[in-house]
């Protein structure tokens, strides 16, 4: 069965600090993998996906993410966070056939202070 | 302007009270599916639609009712609320290809207390 895994519940960094977050997941194939953002109060906004190809991915908002099938891990970086990017992060896992659900990990709150 | 949107954004209700929320998007997407985010755990799926009259279980439908009578709606029936049901709802869309991912488009969410 699908799963995600985001083994940090709270991380803090401080401004202009690098940031990765953790994703790993469990899949029987090469899966989609999305990062979407929550900003407090808001729904949810897709940052960056990977479906196939170059495993570096660039997103919006200067954020990028590695798909390393070794790992089954896809991390999300950011070489320098800003205070509006404290929100929480939550890493999806696509099927590629059948109903083409999503499976959502738990999530990471960031907390970005001066 | 591609949207999803959901009414009400905030309901307090009591046990027992019928209530729906109502999910409709204009992109013209076939899937539709409904989550619910709760804190430690995530987003989970409650139900999903891959078309119009066709609609199945996600991983968490007990207490909990769909319909898709037309593509662009997708209404969340709470026939009995309970407390466990207070939360936060979204709804989501997407083209549903199959077997293709497509980017799912949220809602801006609803939340729900049930006292």
């Known amino acids: 069965a699908q799963s995600v895994t985001q083994p940090d519940i709270h991380i803090t960094v401080s401004e202009g600090a690098s940031l990765e977050l953790r994703c790993n997941y469990s899949y029987g194939a090469t899966p989609y993998l999305f990062w979407y953002v929550q900003s407090p109060g808001q729904g949810l906004q897709l940052l960056l996906k990977y479906f196939s190809g170059d495993t570096l991915v660039q997103g919006i908002k200067g954020f990028e993410a590695e798909f390393k099938r070794s790992q089954s891990s896809f991390n999300l970086r950011k070489p320098s966070v800003h205070w509006s990017d404290a929100a929480e992060y939550f890493c999806?896992?696509?099927?590629?056939?059948?109903?083409?659900?999503?499976?959502f990990g738990t999530g990471t709150r960031l907390t970005v202070i001066p | 302007e591609a949207q999803v949107t959901q009414n009400p954004r905030y309901l307090i209700t009591v046990t027992g009270k019928k209530l729906t929320v109502t999910c409709s998007q204009n992109?013209?997407?076939?899937?539709m599916s409904w989550y619910r985010q709760d804190p430690g755990l995530g987003l989970r799926q409650i139900y999903y639609s891959m078309n119009v009259e066709v609609t199945d279980k996600g991983d968490v439908p007990e207490g909990y009712k769909v319909s898709r009578k037309e593509k662009r709606n997708f209404p969340l029936i709470l026939e009995s609320p309970s407390p466990n049901q207070t939360s936060l709802y979204f709804c989501a869309s997407h083209r549903g290809r199959r077997g293709f991912t497509d980017t799912q488009y949220f809602g801006p969410g609803t939340r729900l207390t049930v006292l």
């Open positions: 999806a896992v696509g099927e590629r056939t059948g109903a083409n659900n999503l499976f």
């Open positions: 992109m013209n997407h076939e899937y």
